[in-house]
């Protein structure tokens, strides 16, 4: 009778030790299951896009400030291409030789020559773009477009600087653009949700903001929206194939109520063809000069002189004759004043 109590005790207990490993493995299975479903079906897309950015990387893409017009349409600011040399590090193995050999094309001096060297390495390690010269010159592009085959890793593309056609007239008005700090920058980006990266540059000195003037006022829309590169990256971080291209949008455009005929001595209220025959009929009016400009130049003082006398004499605050003033007609309009 006690071997069968003993048995049955046993017979028990082994069905519950047997009921709790079925439950563990049970709950591992199905725990299995469900992180399966998770990462194929519930969380796929997660997961993908994870994935796809560790083997990607975006470059923001600077766009072009906005041009500025006068109210009559004509361009007062406006960007001007420049040309730099540019070279892919990653695919040139000796800086060397190639220094050596594009020297005999294109002047590089100490300053430009120890940048490419300090620079060449990190460049090429992540497969970045490296300026060899700004700014080149008609014969220095011609003289390496005419060479160009003996550089493959080497090109000539286009930058852009800011350029007021009219400095004297509306420098007050225009303001001028110039290098962010590092508050102006992540403000920049923060109004267009963007994150602080690496980008890639329309204008040959970086980032600009409109540092006064109109410049500054406009800037927000001036800027314009900066567009995205999306490149495939290896495991080292090195750029491989261009994915994806989101092109920036360029600042708009603004129209001033500035007038470059108005303000322009040269063009405008005061354009006049002057001629031999126009200084030869002063001269013989009485005025005299050592050369035509002088001649032109004491003609129109004399009328801007007389113009603001008439103005004075028919001016309600004009006290009237002042035995301090006396006023001598000089005929054929003109009058002297002492």
């Not at 490419?116 to 080149?136: M, P, Q, T």
């Not at 406009?218 to 750029?239: N, S, T």
């Not at 003609?299 to 006290?319: G, K, L």
Request: hydrophobic fraction near 35%; include cysteine.
């Amino acid at each position: 009778m006690t071997d069968l109590n003993e048995r049955y005790i046993e017979k028990r207990s082994f069905f519950r030790r047997l009921i709790v490993v079925y439950a563990f493995f049970g709950f591992a299975f199905s725990y299995f299951l469900f992180q399966t479903y998770s990462l194929q079906v519930s969380e796929y897309s997660e997961y993908e896009t994870a994935a796809i950015k560790n083997k990607t990387k975006e470059v923001l893409v600077q766009p072009v400030r906005g041009i500025i017009y006068d109210r009559s349409g004509k361009i007062i600011v406006n960007n001007i291409p420049t040309y730099d040399l540019i070279i892919r590090p990653s695919k040139i193995k000796s800086i060397e030789s190639f220094l050596s050999e594009i020297s005999l094309i294109i002047n590089l001096n100490s300053d430009e020559s120890g940048y490419i060297k300090e620079n060449f390495d990190s460049k090429a390690r992540y497969n970045r773009e490296l300026v060899v010269k700004k700014n080149l010159s008609e014969e220095e592009i011609s003289r390496f477009e005419v060479r160009s085959y003996k550089f493959p890793n080497t090109f000539i593309d286009v930058r852009y600087s800011r350029y007021n056609y009219y400095p004297e007239l509306f420098s007050h008005a225009i303001g001028y653009v110039g290098g962010v700090s590092n508050d102006e920058l992540a403000s920049i980006f923060d109004s267009q949700k963007l994150p602080q990266i690496e980008t890639i540059f329309k204008y040959s000195n970086g980032f600009l903001i409109g540092k006064t003037g109109l410049e500054s006022t406009y800037d927000h829309l001036l800027r314009g929206k900066f567009g995205k590169k999306i490149y495939e990256v290896d495991a080292k971080g090195r750029l491989l194939d261009e994915r994806e291209f989101i092109k920036p949008t360029n600042g708009e455009n603004i129209f001033t109520t500035l007038d470059i005929d108005a303000q322009n001595p040269v063009q405008g209220a005061f354009e006049l063809e002057w001629n031999d025959y126009f200084v030869k009929e002063l001269r013989q009016k009485g005025f005299q000069g050592a050369t035509d400009e002088d001649v032109i130049d004491i003609w129109f003082q004399q009328i801007c002189r007389n113009i603001a006398i008439n103005e004075w004499e028919n001016s309600p605050e004009n006290p009237g004759p002042s035995k301090f003033v006396t006023r001598t007609d000089l005929g054929d309009g003109k009058s002297e004043i002492s």
